[in-house]
């Protein structure tokens, strides 16, 4: 054994001990939403503490940290998946160790200061509030950015976290392109279109206990593999557990609203499909290489289930059927696969707020959100002035008169991510929505009768086309576009989303 | 603050952080029995042996060495239970520290090894496949005690690692009087006694849905905090969880036999009264004083609810409308209190199985159990004479003739202790019983109307005086008799748990 693939070897096993307990600290989590008694979250809270110090003395330990330079300054003798382990796990210790102790502490006191913030100045319609924490996470997204890499942009820096290899400038290009397309498309839906019947889906009392059973065999159904994950409820429907083959899925189901309960399961098991799929070869396992390429990919998959498989035609004839057996008395026999199609795709005006809208408005909410954050760590838009742009830009983008329907509770204070300092993280979304779109075209072209497999609830074909082209890939390529291109032969192209779009928006609502 | 006062914040710190992971430990050994899926035991292995690697780095960790051996050598200024602290993380650290690696590494690996002998064996009714293996860990049993101490006889320091403080020489005099009355209380049942009717509760279909619902009805009003706990299904009954204020009861339930889910729920609910109720001072938390004094004080507990107080005749009176409620069909209205009190309390013969056997029988199985492996360690018996030896035991304390029934199978292999090295536990369970009979006798002199209290249903009084003179007392005193005269005015007398034996069954068998 050479030197090279003796330390390789040593590194490998320090990074396995590291991923089985991060996979541990999945658990605490998955068990503190679904399963821990009321009266032990200090307990709980002190598990997590010692647990995470734990980690993160292996994560930033000097050793680790010479071995990867050693790896990193030579590796000849290793293999192509080899090398992208030891940069993968090179470029998390620079990220581990970068950032001071007093930083770390200021930001960890942060995070929880910016929640008690944010719910205040929520609570009382009230950005003044709210704005000195937004201010000093720009200040330290500023800092922490030029201690990981003085040589990048401060904003690269950031998405990097969450979109590996990503850069403000090809976001620029991207959304750029999504808005011009968007913006008018939202505008014709508003003014000229005719919306479909909704009232199917919406506004009676659909047994929750049934939809969680409905939504279990869809799951089932999917491809959800029962044998390496579960299926539970909790207040907040995420997707965890402790690794590829322990991915555990929550729901949550409301009475008056199947359709959320609906998308929302089959939204978690297309992360957790791709969760299950991302552990193919052995000697990848519990190694970077292995893990989900970004947050965006993920939502690629979270979305590709959701919305180019459920809100489409052909789901509505799989799905029709299983609803008039769950809900007889509400879904009559009489009910049309196309009526059903029509209820589960309204474009909702006001679009208000991000989490509560529709595949159309979605991605102009994320647009304005990137917009503000990198003019916000640019320099370029100062603190004091977000609310006004966030305003503006609402009326302009979405059509949304954010000051008569309620003010900055329900505009610039609606969502909890800058008070946790996540700046960065917006994009992936709407990056995952377009990732979905060019994915599922990909996947139309090589399997022909995906439409028909979809109407008859075949859903293997797919299932496994996106297992074997994308899911078992891990992160093996540099960044989301290289993984396109890999998969569908060309980089993210907001066009598809939007044809798919203007498509599918032109026929519903008539326009 | 002095230097003692600061070492020991700096131990009490790291113990508590090792206090923590344990408790991580025992979430992931709740969730495999509960929660895991089946496809992912592999990845729990790797988690729990990182974790376990984790935490044996801490316990054996240098700088706590020190640390202790600078408080245990000079603690004036500590006060009393923080002297109780040093000297129970100094015993744990020298055992942590005591074995070399090799034989920690064999101890491991022979765990694993002598639990499929052990399947082997059984399965074959051949011992021979069995002797090496116990012949080993009556090797390593030896080494091991003389490293971790020499001072002591063995069996004394494998007794020590179950029953804290406790002798070969006091269980002799213990065991010694049990054997006494117990033996012939026995064969007088066998021979003379007049059977209970058992069948109200056994040979009919009782729903284990039911009964789940019942059992956990009981476990509340007998005082389990399901904000401090969860109730949940599984395989092997047990108790578990994170710590006192997460502690996790599981239960099983057979449908022909409605005693045993419902005596196996009550005993679950008596280990997890102590976990719960060991938690009331905030500065033992965490620490080792607040921990459970021994396996067999925890023992105690769990047999004064289910023998005490479940197979008692008041407490027939507060099950009996509850079972008629959850059985009308099963439980006829004409059922008295005394038949219900008869069919709780049979005893079984022949007695061949330790853990199928009654109150009145299961003593003299561990008795059995203890002078074979004590005499082992000490060499006076060896491996190959111990079918033969255990044999003529069980016909003379049991009146059970192992040959007939099934031989070595049914005999010397029906434990899966020894297969795993567990030399010095199975007294624990006898000394609990004892401690039950004698704890609730105390009980009985403080609060005068304690069976009007269990008929009508009250387990609050019991429980509040378990949590006030025993729960709380944690770790504090050196050995189960400094605990019992506490607790009692005198040290564990087997004499209480004979008479109460004796008045019990001489009324119920017409003696």
């Not at 939504?215 to 044998?227: K, P, Q, R």
């Not at 078992?472 to 989303?497: H, Q, W």
Request: proline residues 4%; glycine residues 8%.
């Amino acid at each position: 054994m050479s030197t090279v693939t003796y330390s390789y070897s040593l590194l490998a096993n320090r990074l396995r001990d590291i991923d089985a307990l991060e996979g541990i600290s999945g658990l605490l989590g998955w068990d503190e939403m679904v399963m821990l008694p009321t009266g032990s979250s200090d307990s709980r809270g002190k598990q997590k503490e010692a647990l995470a110090g734990v980690i993160y003395d292996k994560k930033t330990d000097p050793v680790l940290g010479e071995l990867l330079k050693e790896l990193h300054e030579s590796c000849a003798g290793l293999n192509e998946v080899e090398q992208v382990n030891v940069e993968l796990a090179y470029k998390n210790y620079i990220r581990a160790t970068a950032l001071p102790k007093d930083l770390s502490q200021r930001i960890a006191a942060l995070e929880t200061e910016g929640y008690h913030a944010w719910i205040a100045a929520r609570g009382a319609s009230d950005y003044s509030k709210f704005a000195p924490v937004l201010q000093e996470w720009v200040d330290i997204s500023r800092r922490k950015a030029a201690l990981i890499d003085p040589s990048q942009e401060t904003y690269n820096v950031l998405l990097d976290e969450f979109e590996k290899g990503m850069t403000a400038t090809r976001i620029d290009e991207i959304f750029g392109q999504l808005r011009v397309g968007l913006v008018p498309l939202i505008a014709n839906i508003k003014s000229k279109g005719t919306a479909p019947d909704g009232s199917l889906l919406r506004g009676k009392e659909f047994d929750t206990k049934a939809q969680a059973a409905l939504c279990e065999v869809i799951a089932l159904d999917l491809g959800f593999d029962i044998t390496k994950g579960r299926l539970d409820v909790s207040v907040h429907p995420f997707t965890g557990g402790t690794g590829p083959t322990d991915v555990r899925m929550t729901t949550r189901f409301k009475a008056m609203d199947v359709t959320e309960g609906l998308t929302g399961a089959i939204h978690e098991t297309g992360h957790s499909l791709y969760e299950q799929g991302r552990n193919v070869y052995p000697d990848w396992e519990g190694l970077p290489v292995s893990k989900a390429l970004s947050m965006g990919v993920h939502e690629s998959q979270s979305l590709l289930w959701e919305r180019m498989v459920a809100l489409s035609k052909p789901f509505s004839h799989y799905l029709l059927p299983k609803l008039q057996t769950s809900f007889p008395d509400l879904v009559p026999t009489s009910t049309t696969p196309e009526a059903l199609y029509g209820a589960m795709n309204l474009v909702l005006f006001p679009s208000l707020i991000r989490v509560e809208s529709d595949e159309v408005t979605y991605g102009m909410h994320v647009v304005l959100r990137y917009e503000i954050e990198r003019g916000l760590v640019e320099g370029k838009i100062k603190v004091e002035d977000v609310p006004a742009i966030w305003n503006a830009k609402m009326k302009e983008y979405l059509q949304t008169d954010v000051e008569a329907l309620g003010g900055d509770a329900k505009g610039v204070l609606q969502d909890v991510h800058w008070s946790a300092g996540a700046i960065g993280y917006f994009p992936t979304y709407t990056l995952g929505a377009m990732m979905a779109a060019q994915i599922f075209q990909a996947a139309e072209a090589a399997l022909p009768n995906l439409s028909e497999s979809i109407a008859k609830g075949e859903f293997a074909p797919l299932k496994t086309w996106l297992n074997e082209n994308l899911h078992c890939k891990g992160s093996f390529y540099r960044n989301a576009d290289e993984l396109m291109t890999a998969v569908t032969g060309r980089v993210l192209d907001p066009n598809i989303y939007l044809s798919y779009l203007n498509n599918k928006y032109t026929d519903l609502y008539k326009l």
